[in-house]
């Protein structure tokens, strides 16, 4: 399977919003609520950010929200601050017992 | 709170098998409700998903690594291993393990992360 899109790159000033956009197919972000989003900052594991689309685990800030529509999920950062620069990755299930990642979105606070 | 350490050689020659363990502390692997995951990231690109095994020992591959992985869970000593045959440069990574939640597809703890290169 090939791996979700998302744009390469996204930036915004301090106390802007930014959405990041992920689009897959109707195999798997279309079909299930199964998206999962995750920031990662250099020489950091992953942290996930957003699980089944919309849900925040406790301690990530409420700037961050996920929604979906059709076959694009996307994550929106509300609030942008400093801290919130780094890498974000969106993933999905597939179906078959498979999990997909996107190509990952370098988000720039200006 | 879970913790998960990779563990393992950090250069392996090319068509070798690469060999990683994964020790999850403050909680139980056969606990259930929970994979157990491995994801690697190719320096500077993004995740890629390698498979993931249930403590009963049921095991699900990315279909591009199927022929070459294997992924087995020890209950007894909590951890979880990888070996990946025929490695090549192509194989060179960060190597990590995290929990990936059995109803909704969400990796919710990962270790730090291991670097694996492949060169002779």
């Known amino acids: 399977q090939s791996a979700l899109t998302q744009p390469p790159s996204a930036s915004g000033s301090p106390g802007q919003s930014v959405t990041i956009s992920c689009t897959g197919t109707s195999s798997d972000v279309g079909r299930y609520n199964y998206v999962s989003w995750y920031q990662q900052h250099p020489g950091k594991a992953p942290r996930l950010m957003i699980s089944e689309v919309i849900k925040r685990p406790s301690g990530v800030p409420d700037r961050f929200s996920g929604s979906k529509s059709g076959n694009t999920a996307s994550l929106t950062v509300s609030g942008l601050q400093a801290e919130d620069e780094a890498d974000y990755y969106c993933?999905?299930?597939?179906?078959?017992?498979?999990?997909?990642f996107g190509g990952g979105t370098k988000l720039t606070v200006l | 709170q879970v913790q998960l350490q990779e563990s393992g050689p950090g250069l392996v020659k090319p068509s070798q098998t690469l060999s990683l363990t994964c020790t999850v502390s403050?909680?139980?692997?056969?606990?259930?409700?929970?994979?157990w995951s491995w994801v690697r990231q190719h320096p500077g690109k993004g995740l890629e998903w390698i498979g993931y095994?249930?403590?009963?020992?049921?095991?699900y591959y990315n279909p591009s690594l199927n022929s070459r992985l294997t992924i087995s869970v020890d209950t007894a000593k909590n951890q979880l291993s990888l070996k990946l045959s025929s490695v090549t440069a192509a194989d060179t990574a960060v190597y990590y393990c995290a929990r990936l939640e059995w109803e909704f597809y969400y990796f919710d703890y990962w270790g730090q992360g291991t670097l694996v290169t492949v060169s002779s």
């Open positions: 993933s999905s299930f597939a179906g078959s017992n498979n999990v997909i």
């Open positions: 095994i249930y403590f009963s020992g049921s095991a």
């Open positions: 403050g909680g139980s692997i056969s606990s259930g409700g929970y994979y």
